[in-house]
C-alpha cells in the first residue's frame, strides 16, 4: 500500500542518490545527471515551486526508461516523466528521478491516414508533429499556446486544451490509446475497454477495480465532476458516467487512456500515443468584436458560440494598451479596435469552405447588431492580417510576464472554467476580490469555454503567500457557486492537488487514492501530485523559499535598472537601485526567468542556438538562468558563481543575445555572461587564447606593419597545429588574414568640422575587410554625405591607435579595458554628437556595443546621447531614406537575387529590415531572408578547437542548407565579419563562395 510522500521518505531517496547514479550508469546508455547544477535545473517548471529531484535520466531510447523503472523500483526511488517542463502548477517537480524524454523519445511511430491516427513517441514537441503532419493535409488540433515547446507526453500528462478547444476538445477528446508501463513494469496499451481483454492479468485486474469504483461512486460523480468542457483536475473516472458535454468517445464507449490522460505521471509512464487528427481547415474567417464594457463582452460570449466559432479569445483594455504602446504591434491592434473598446473579442471561423466562413462572419456582424453593438465588428477575412493579429495577442502576456520588481503575476487560479452564462459575473467578482486584496490582474484567453486567464500580482517573497490563499478560497466560492472547474486547463501539480478533495469531495477524493493504489500501490510514480499532496503554500518547497538569500555581490556592469521593486495594485515600478537586491540587480535580472521554456523553441527567431543543436537543459536560456540564480543564492556551494558548474553552463552561449528579443521576460544572457566571465577571469585568470582575442586591438596595428608574419599560421598546416596544440584555436578554421592597407590609414575623410557623417570604423572592417569600410564609404559619399572617419582624440592615450568598441574585451569578461576602450570612443565620438551628427558603423556586433553594452559601463549620460545618434550603415540609409533625403542611384546588377543573412545582434536589435529595405533599393533584385538562427561563428566562439563541431552544428541547422540551394547567381549577404567567415568555411568545399558585407553589393551597383 502506498504512503504520503513524507520527509522520510525524501531522505530515504537522498541518501541513495550516489548508490541509484552509479547502478543506473551501468544499465542505461544515456545520460546520467546526478551533480547539484543538474539536478537544479530540473528542479523547477513554469510554476512557483522548487524540489530537488533525486537525480535526472536523460534515456536514449526506451530500454533505458524500462531499466529505470526496474531499478526505481527495486531501489523504492520515486520517478517523474517530464517533457517540457513548462507546466504551471508544479507537476514535474519532485525528490524523484526525473526522466527527461525530450531529447531523444520523440519520435513519429506510425501514421494511419485512413483511421485518422498518428503514434507518436512522448518527447515530440507538438509544433514538430504538426510541421510532420502538414503535408499530408492533418493536423492534431490541440493547439495550446506553449505549442513550441510541449511535448504530447506532457500534453497528456497534463490534458492540455488550446485555444480553439470549442471545436477540437482537449486532449482527452483527442487521444485514442496510450501504452502505458507500471512502476511494476507491467506493460499494456491503454485503450477501449472491449479491445484490452487480452490484457495482462495484472492490468484486468485494474480494470475491474476501476469499474468497481466507478460503480460505487456514480450518484458522486454525477454530483461532484463540474459539467464543462474544461475540467482537467483529479482523475477522469467521469469515463464510466460521462459528465463533459462533449463526449470522451463518439459511440459512448470507455477508453481507459482517457484516464490515464490528465493523470500527471502519477498512474504510469507513457511509453507511446495514439492519437487522432482532424483535418487540417482550408478557410479561416475573423471577427473582432469591440465592447463599450468588459462585462458585455463576457455576458455576449454565450451568445457568439452559438454560431459555432473553433476559437473566441479575450484580449482586455490593459492588454490592448500594452500592445498599442509597442511601435511594431500599434498598427496591427490599431485596425482592429473601433474607437476606445474596453475588451475585444478575437472569433475565429474555420472549416472547409470559404463561402461558409464568410456568411458566418457575417452572421457575427447581424447577431452583434442584435444585441445591441451595431457596427462592433472588424472584419479580418483574410489570412495575412488574422496571423499579425494572434502575433499581437501572444505579445500582450509576454509584455506582462516582463514586469521588474518581486511582484509577478503569480498562476494559481489563472485556468478556473465556469459556465458561460456566469462568466460576466464571475469576472467581475472576482476583480472586486483582487481589489480587496490590493492587486489586480489582466484578463486574457479562452472566452469560448469560461476558462479566462488572470494572474494576481503578488510578491511572493513577502505577503504574497497569505494572499495567494485568501484569493484562492475566495475564488474557490465563485467557481462553487457558478458550477465551474477549478482547475480548467493547467492541471493540479503541486499549487491544486490540495483542491481536489474541494472541487470533488471526500468521497471521490477517496476514490481519486484508490485508482492511485490499483495502479501503484507503492506510490513511486510522480509522489504527491493529485492525491496525498502537500498544500499548495508549504513555502519549503517555494522557489522562493523563506530561507533564499542572494548573495552579496558587486557587478561589473549596471543592473540598476533590474533592483526595482513594484506595487502590486498599480504596477508602479520605484527607482532603479532601489530594489534591495544585494547583488545590485544582477540577480533580480537573473530571477526574471520564470521557466516558462519559451527558450526551448526551434520555429523563427535566434534563441537558442546552443539548444538547437544539443536539446540540453545545461545549454538553453532557462538551464542557464537557473543555474546563475542557483549560484548566486548560495545553492551550489560557497562561491559558486566562479565555479566550473557555472562555467560548464556559460560554454555554448554563443552571446548571440537571441534571449534578449525573444526570452518574453528579456532575460538577457549574453550581458549575464560578461558578468560571470568577469568572476570567472578574477578567480582564475585568463587563458593565454583568451587574452590573445581580447587584446588584438592593442597589438592589431603590429600584425599589419608584419603581416606576412602574423599570416603564416594560416599557410603553414604545422603552424595551424601548433596553434590548436597549445592555444586552443582549431587548425579547421582558416584565422583573418592580417593586409598592410587598413583603412583608416588610406581613407579619404572628409575634415571634423565639415562633416555630416561620421563613420566608425571597427577593428575587423578597418585591419581585416578594408573593402567594406571603402564601399561604406564611396557610397555614402555618392549619396551626396561628408563623410567623416572617425580616429582617437589628439593628445588622448594612444592617440594613433583606431577607436574600438570593446567587444573582444567584453567577449572574455575584462569589463574594465572595455570600459576604456568606451571611453576613448565615446570621448572621441562626442563633439559630433553633440553636434547632432550621426555615427555609422560596419560591423552589428561592434556598433550595436555602443547601443547596448555602452549603457550599463558607468559612462554617463554621453553613452545615452551616443546611442541614440549610433547606427549601423544600412540603418542610416534607411532612416535617410524614410526621410526623402537618400539621394542614391542605383544600377541593376547581372544578379537577380540575394540571400540575406542577418547576423544576430541586428536581429536582436531589429536591424535586419533596413538591409532588406536597402538591397531592395538596387532595381531588378529579388531579396530574400534566411530563416536562420545564430551562423555559429559569433565571433571568436567557432575558431576554439573545443567549439568547432558546435559552432558547425550550428550553421547546418538553416544557415548552410539555405546557402548551398543558391544557385551562382545569387548573392550572398551578411554584415557580421564572423559570419561571413563562417560561411566561407562551411562553403568551401561545396562551392568556394563568399558572403559579401551590403555595401559592397550597393557600391556595385552605384550608378
Ligand atoms: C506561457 C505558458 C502558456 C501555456 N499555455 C497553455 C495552454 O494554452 N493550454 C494548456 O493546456 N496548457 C498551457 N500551458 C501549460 C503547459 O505548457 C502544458 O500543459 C503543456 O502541454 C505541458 O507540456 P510539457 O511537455 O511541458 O509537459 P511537462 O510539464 O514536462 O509535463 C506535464 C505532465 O505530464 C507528465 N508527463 C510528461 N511526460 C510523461 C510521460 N512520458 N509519461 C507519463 N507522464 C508524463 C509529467 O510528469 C507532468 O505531470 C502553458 C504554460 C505556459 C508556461
Ligand atoms: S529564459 Fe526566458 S524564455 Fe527561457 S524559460 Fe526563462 S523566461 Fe522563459
Ligand atoms: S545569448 Fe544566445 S546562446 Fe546565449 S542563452 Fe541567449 S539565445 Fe542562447
Not at 504530447?152 to 477540437?168: F, K, Q, V, W
Not at 535598472?561 to 537573473?590: I, L, S, Y
Not at 588610406?746 to 575587423?764: H, I, M, R, Y
Request: with cysteine.
Amino acid at each position: 500500500m502506498n504512503a504520503p510522500l513524507s520527509p522520510q521518505h525524501l531522505k530515504q531517496s537522498l541518501i541513495a542518490r550516489d548508490e541509484i547514479a552509479s547502478r543506473l550508469r551501468k544499465i542505461v546508455q544515456g545520460e546520467v545527471l546526478f551533480d547539484a547544477a543538474s539536478r537544479g535545473r530540473y528542479a523547477t517548471d513554469a510554476s512557483i515551486y522548487q524540489i530537488d529531484p533525486v537525480g535526472v535520466l536523460v534515456p536514449r531510447g526506451f530500454d533505458d526508461v524500462a531499466a529505470a523503472i526496474d531499478l526505481c523500483r527495486e531501489m523504492r526511488v520515486p520517478l517523474l516523466a517530464r517533457g517540457a517542463g513548462t507546466s504551471q502548477c508544479g507537476q514535474t517537480v519532485g525528490a524523484a528521478l526525473v526522466i527527461d524524454n525530450s531529447k531523444h523519445l520523440n519520435q513519429v511511430v506510425e501514421l494511419d491516414l485512413d483511421a485518422m491516427t498518428v503514434t507518436v513517441e512522448p518527447g515530440i514537441v507538438l509544433d514538430h508533429l504538426n510541421a510532420w503532419l502538414k503535408p499530408h493535409g492533418v493536423w492534431f488540433p490541440v493547439d495550446v499556446s506553449t505549442a513550441a515547446q510541449c511535448t504530447l507526453g506532457g500534453m497528456a500528462g497534463n490534458n492540455s486544451c488550446g485555444s480553439r478547444s470549442i471545436a477540437y476538445g482537449n486532449m482527452v477528446h483527442n487521444v485514442e490509446a496510450i501504452d502505458a508501463v507500471l512502476a511494476d513494469g507491467t506493460q499494456a496499451r491503454f485503450t477501449d475497454e472491449q479491445s484490452m481483454a487480452g490484457a495482462p492479468a495484472r492490468i484486468r485486474e485494474i480494470i475491474g477495480g476501476l469499474r468497481a469504483i466507478a460503480a460505487r461512486e456514480r450518484d458522486e460523480i454525477a454530483a461532484h465532476v463540474p459539467a464543462v468542457l474544461r475540467r482537467v483536475g483529479g482523475y477522469n473516472l467521469d469515463i464510466y458516467h460521462p459528465q463533459n458535454p462533449r463526449p470522451y468517445t463518439e459511440d459512448g464507449r470507455v477508453n481507459l487512456a482517457h484516464l490515464l490522460v490528465g493523470s500527471e505521471g502519477t498512474l504510469a509512464y507513457t511509453r507511446r500515443l495514439v492519437l487522432k487528427l482532424s483535418p487540417l481547415p482550408r478557410s479561416k474567417t475573423l471577427g473582432v468584436v469591440n465592447f463599450p464594457t468588459f462585462y458585455q463582452a463576457m455576458d455576449m460570449t454565450q451568445h457568439i458560440v452559438k454560431l459555432g466559432p473553433c476559437a473566441v479569445e479575450l484580449v482586455d483594455s490593459t492588454m490592448i494598451e500594452l500592445a498599442r504602446g509597442n511601435p511594431a504591434f500599434r498598427p496591427v491592434i490599431d485596425k482592429a479596435l473601433i474607437g476606445s473598446p474596453e475588451a475585444i473579442l478575437l472569433v475565429e471561423f474555420a472549416g472547409e469552405s470559404r463561402q461558409e466562413q464568410l456568411a458566418r462572419l457575417a452572421q457575427l456582424v447581424e447577431l452583434m447588431a442584435d444585441l445591441g453593438l451595431p457596427g462592433s465588428v472588424v472584419e479580418m477575412p483574410d489570412a495575412g492580417p488574422q496571423k499579425e493579429l494572434w502575433e499581437v495577442r501572444k505579445a500582450g502576456l509576454n509584455i506582462m510576464m516582463s514586469m521588474r520588481g518581486d511582484g509577478k503575476p503569480v498562476s494559481f487560479i489563472e485556468d478556473c472554467a465556469v459556465p458561460l452564462e456566469h462568466l460576466a459575473e464571475y469576472t467581475s467578482q472576482l476583480t472586486e476580490v483582487f481589489e480587496r486584496h490590493g492587486t489586480r490582474g489582466t484578463w486574457y484567453a479562452h472566452a469560448s469555454v469560461g476558462t479566462l486567464h488572470v494572474r494576481p500580482i503578488l510578491d511572493m517573497r513577502r505577503d504574497g503567500t497569505q494572499k495567494m490563499r485568501a484569493i484562492a478560497e475566495e475564488a474557490g466560492a465563485l467557481v462553487r457557486r457558478y458550477k465551474g472547474a477549478f482547475s480548467g486547463e493547467h492541471g493540479d501539480g503541486l499549487v491544486r492537488s490540495e483542491w481536489v478533495a474541494w472541487q470533488f469531495g471526500p468521497r471521490l477524493t477517496r476514490a481519486f487514492e484508490q485508482i492511485k493504489d490499483l495502479f501503484d500501490p507503492d506510490g513511486l510514480m510522480n509522489p504527491g501530485k493529485i492525491v496525498r499532496c502537500e498544500k499548495m503554500d508549504a513555502k519549503e518547497l517555494f522557489r522562493f523559499k523563506p530561507s533564499y538569500q542572494v548573495v552579496p555581490l558587486k557587478p561589473a556592469l549596471d543592473w540598476s535598472a533590474w533592483n526595482v521593486q513594484n506595487d502590486p495594485a498599480t504596477e508602479r515600478v520605484g527607482a532603479p537601485g532601489t530594489g534591495g537586491d544585494p547583488a545590485h540587480g544582477f540577480a533580480k535580472a537573473v530571477e526574471m526567468c520564470n521557466n516558462n521554456g519559451h527558450c526551448r523553441k526551434f520555429d523563427a527567431g535566434t534563441m537558442c542556438p546552443s539548444y538547437r543543436i544539443t536539446r540540453d537543459e545545461q545549454h538553453l536560456t532557462r538551464g542557464r538562468a537557473n543555474t546563475l540564480r542557483l549560484a548566486l543564492s548560495g545553492q551550489l556551494g560557497p562561491d559558486a558563481l566562479a565555479s566550473e558548474a557555472v562555467r560548464d553552463a556559460m560554454d555554448l552561449c554563443v552571446s548571440c543575445k537571441g534571449c534578449k528579443r525573444d526570452c518574453p521576460t528579456g532575460v538577457d544572457m549574453a550581458r549575464m555572461k560578461i558578468e560571470f566571465l568577469n568572476q570567472w577571469r578574477k578567480r582564475h585568470g585568463l587563458s593565454l587564447k583568451d587574452r590573445l582575442i581580447a587584446t588584438m586591438p592593442q597589438w592589431a596595428p603590429w600584425a599589419a606593419r608584419l603581416p606576412w608574419l602574423f599570416n603564416l599560421r594560416n599557410a603553414v598546416p604545422l603552424l595551424a597545429r601548433l596553434t590548436e596544440k597549445h592555444l586552443g584555436i582549431s587548425a579547421k578554421r582558416k584565422l583573418p588574414a592580417w593586409r598592410r592597407d587598413t583603412f583608416i590609414k588610406n581613407a579619404a575623410s572628409a575634415p571634423a568640422e565639415q562633416a555630416d557623417v561620421v563613420l566608425f570604423a571597427d577593428t575587423f572592417n578597418n585591419y581585416f575587410e578594408s573593402e567594406n569600410a571603402h564601399a561604406a564609404l564611396q557610397v555614402l559619399t555618392a549619396a551626396g554625405y561628408k563623410v567623416h572617419v572617425a580616429r582617437a582624440l589628439a593628445g588622448s592615450p594612444q592617440e594613433n591607435r583606431p577607436l574600438c568598441c570593446g567587444r573582444t574585451y567584453l567577449s572574455a569578461g575584462l569589463v574594465e579595458k572595455a570600459r576604456a576602450e568606451a571611453r576613448r570612443t565615446l570621448d572621441a565620438l562626442l563633439p559630433f554628437i553633440r553636434r547632432g551628427i550621426p555615427v555609422v558603423g560596419l560591423e552589428p556586433s561592434c556598433l550595436l556595443t555602443l547601443r547596448d553594452e555602452f549603457l550599463v559601463m558607468g559612462l554617463g549620460e554621453e553613452a545615452q546621447a551616443l546611442a541614440k545618434q549610433s547606427y549601423l550603415f544600412e540603418e542610416f540609409l534607411a532612416r535617410e531614406l524614410k526621410a526623402d533625403r537618400l539621394k542614391l542611384q542605383l544600377k541593376p546588377l547581372p544578379q537577380k537575387r540575394a540571400l540575406l543573412h542577418g547576423h544576430c545582434h541586428q536581429k536582436a536589435f531589429d536591424a535586419v529590415k533596413p538591409v532588406q529595405q536597402i538591397l531592395g533599393l538596387i532595381p531588378e533584385l529579388e531579396v530574400e531572408l534566411v530563416e536562420s538562427s545564430c551562423c555559429g561563428m559569433a565571433g571568436s566562439f567557432g575558431y576554439d578547437a573545443s567549439h568547432y563541431e558546435a559552432s558547425m552544428k550550428m550553421a547546418e541547422l538553416s544557415l548552410l542548407p539555405a546557402l548551398r540551394e543558391a544557385d551562382a547567381h545569387t548573392l550572398l549577404v551578411a554584415d557580421g565579419t564572423s559570419c561571413r567567415h563562417q560561411i566561407a568555411d562551411g562553403l568551401e568545399q561545396d562551392s568556394g563562395r563568399r558572403a559579401e558585407h551590403v555595401a559592397i553589393i550597393l557600391r556595385r551597383a552605384l550608378a
